[in-house]
């Protein structure tokens, strides 16, 4: 070969340049892959058009999630854009790109938005908000989308973040391709809702964009590939890549870890006590102290705790047995696309994920069932399982109606025959992701600054469809059930538990009672006076939040005393309910708090069944204390409710319509303005679930 020297200058050059653009990629995504923003790390830029263009893509799925459910959705969606269709889809968090260049996305948008709190959009899509909504008319007129929207009509401002993105889309010039989908979770019907949204989307599309329909055809994102050994590197269920024996933790002199804790990275929080409030027959209540001391988290009374938890050994090994899955497996994964990221940390093994990373257990989808259905081990099974996911009636009938979970669905429809038939690269793109549970903290940051306190329901109730199944168990509060027992030496073998879990966690990063967990902020506070009156309604767990709250007006009283000053509180109503007397959350603590409280606090309790009474509920209570709420209203108070959404948050907010329509002498259109305008100045609060 005949190479001269301004050949051998420009090849030298070449190779140099690939090797610094090989380098400065994996450099920036070795920093940068903790995260999760590798999507636009190796494309180098945050520029969304730039991005689709230079990964030659010819869909776009956005998803804006507060706790997965948004992101769960899009990446089935573009799944199925990919299957049926074969496009090149890109699906991407909108929290890590930019959108001044949304106008020039040469391809049609599909864009999913879960609503938080107040009709707010979630924490990350706050710079998306921000562009979409100060748009210019006519400033998207290019741009072509589709947009599903996921909430509870069980609160006030359902959909709200999805209905003020459609109202600035349509405003800023975009073409809505199709009509604006509404998941209701309060209905409980999320998935019929985005079955029935997606199939009108892909018929549209399919028509839109010439598209040839095949026979759903699963690709994977990833390459798979089997290690052999295990090393310091492969995760065995570590809640975040910090946390493997081959990194450091980043802390300061002291020793403090400082995070940041959030979605992306949890702190091994110790539980420094635990016990059970109230143990009936049928059900347990779980108070769990955590200490995070050991870190630089701070919190403020009403805020969220998060836990991260793992699944338990019984569904761990019935997910195993029924896909003939081998925990021991050692795998790694690669993207086959830049714009793909690992979902967890990997190299894992298989144990490890179906243990700590994947939700196995909970409602089967329909989706999941039809793309499932190109796997099925023999013809016979292949026809009942395209019948069924077809089918949204049966479904209803033969799977939901029975708590099935995937396991047990399959096993069902296939009479045990294993479904090894799956790949497993099948399994990690198809399962959702774990997602850690929310509680309301029931400690105050003012009396026990770094200690958190979680009151906890155990879920746990027999299968009412069929009784000689395994009852239907939570995943979190089962784990804080045996976490509390373990550290209050039961034995555990001597106890009749639904459920067992790896306390010991992933290379013993759990053992001695410690969790995964990391703060929420919350909108729900007190007063900033102390001296404005409160109302506050919680029954249930829904108590949690206003122990914290009481808990801090102890303190600061205290703390006003101590240093000479004598601050009057205004009054602090307490509407608490429970089923009788047994399960009568912090029982003895109240009067301890009254008595501290000078007159200022009143607890006022309703039962719903107590033997040989009549059923009564807070929102009965709120109205035989009518006179003194409205007072109370009239004097500026402000009005907390926490707990369930259903039935309480919503009869609450109408006993108070009538309370004011009443008082006011106005109509209960206009009380219900009021308590809107209430809602919307911060006045009256929700923190319901
Ligand atoms: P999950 O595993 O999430 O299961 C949820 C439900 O589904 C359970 O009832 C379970 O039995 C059922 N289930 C399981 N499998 C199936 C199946 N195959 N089909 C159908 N159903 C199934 N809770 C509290 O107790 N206290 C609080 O203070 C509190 N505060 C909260 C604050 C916020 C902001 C939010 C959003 C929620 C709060 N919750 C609180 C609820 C809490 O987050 C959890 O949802 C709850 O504890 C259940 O978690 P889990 O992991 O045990 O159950």
Known sequence: FGIDNTDFTVLAGLV??????????????????????????????????????ENNKNYLVLYASQTGTAEDYAKKFSKELVAKFNLNVMCADVENYDFESLNDVPVIV????????????????????????????????????????????????????????????????ATRLGKFGEADDGAGTTDEDYMAWKDSILELLKDELHLDEQEAKFTSQFQYSVLEEINDSVSLGEPSPHYLPSHELSCNADGIQLGPFDLSQPFIA???????????????????????????????????????????????????????????????????????????????????????????????????????????????IKDKLALLSKDKDQFAVEITSKYFNIADALHYLSDGVKWDTVPMQFLLESIPQMTPRYYSISSSSLS????????????????????????????????????????????????????????????????????????????????SNPSTPVIMIGPGTGIAPFRGFIRERVTFLELQKKGGSNVSLGKHLL???????????????????????????????????????????????????????????????????????????????????????RGKSISTDEAAELIKMLKTSGRYQEDVW
Not at 356 to 368: A, D, F, K, N, W
Not at 581 to 603: H, I, N, R, V
């Open 575 to 661: 509407f608490y309910g429970s089923r009788n007397t047994d399960d009568f959350l912090y029982q003895d603590e109240w009067p301890e708090y009254a008595k501290k409280l000078d007159g200022s606090f009143e607890m006022v309790v309703a039962h719903s069944r107590l033997p040989n009474s009549k059923k009564v509920y807070v929102q009965d209570k709120l109205i035989d204390c009518e006179d003194q709420v409205f007072e109370m209203i009239n004097n500026g108070a402000f009005i907390y409710v926490c707990g369930d959404a259903k039935g309480m948050a919503k009869g609450v907010s109408t006993a108070l319509v009538g309370i004011l329509s």
């Open 110 to 173: 599909s864009v999913f938005i879960s609503t938080y709190g107040e009709g707010d959009f979630p924490d990350g899509a706050i710079q998306f908000e921000d562009f979409i909504c100060n748009a210019e008319a006519g400033s998207l007129s290019n741009l072509r989308y589709n947009l599903f929207g996921l909430g509870n009509s069980t609160y006030e401002f359902f959909n709200g973040a999805g209905k003020k993105a459609e109202k600035h889309l349509s405003a800023a010039g």
């Open 16 to 53: 140099l340049a690939v090797l610094l653009y090989v380098k400065r990629n994996s450099i920036k995504e070795l920093l940068m892959s903790d995260d999760g923003d590798i999507t636009a790390v190796s494309s180098g830029t945050r520029d969304i058009a730039q991005v689709v263009t």
């Open 270 to 380: 110790p539980i420094v006590k635990s016990r059970e409030l109230f143990s009936s027959n049928d059900r347990n209540c779980i108070h769990t102290e955590f200490d995070l001391s050991g870190s630089n988290i701070k919190y403020s009374t009403g805020d969220h705790l998060a836990i991260w938890p793992s699944n338990s050994l019984e569904k761990v090994e019935q997910f195993l047995s029924i896909f003939n899955l081998d925990a021991e497996t050692i795998f790694d994964l690669k993207p086959l696309d830049p714009t793909v990221e690992v979902p967890f940390p990997t190299p894992t093994t298989v144990g490890a994920v179906i243990k700590h990373y994947l939700e196995i257990t909970g409602p089967v989808s329909r989706q999941l069932f039809s793309s499932l259905v190109q796997f099925a081990p023999n013809s016979d």
């Open 448 to 527: 026990e600054k770094q200690t958190v306190h979680v009151t906890s329901i155990v879920e746990n109730f027999p299968n009412p469809e069929l009784p000689d199944a395994a009852p239907v168990v939570g995943v979190t509060t089962n784990l804080l059930r045996n976490i509390q027992l373990a550290q209050n030496n039961v034995n555990i073998a001597e106890t009749n538990l639904p459920v067992h879990y790896d306390l010991n966690g992933p290379r013993n990063l759990l053992a001695k009672h410690k969790l995964p967990v990391h703060v929420r902020r919350s909108n729900f506070r007190l007063p």
